[in-house]
């Protein structure tokens, strides 16, 4: 049976943090599915998933 594989949303209040994030995951094997968003509350949103091979 395949493994689905579940995107992974990080979210966070500061831009900053968020980019963290984001650079770890990447070096972990995921690309990003959505851009780096800020929603009006002032969160900092983005979707990535894993690349399977």
Avoid: S
Wanted: glycine share 4%; proline share 6%.
């Amino acid at each position: 049976m395949a493994r689905q594989i579940r995107p992974v949303v990080v979210l966070r209040r500061n831009k900053v943090e968020v980019e963290e994030a984001i650079k770890d995951l990447e070096k972990r094997g995921f690309v990003i599915q959505h851009p780096l968003t800020m929603f009006p509350n002032g969160c900092w949103f983005a979707k990535m998933k894993k690349i399977v091979v």
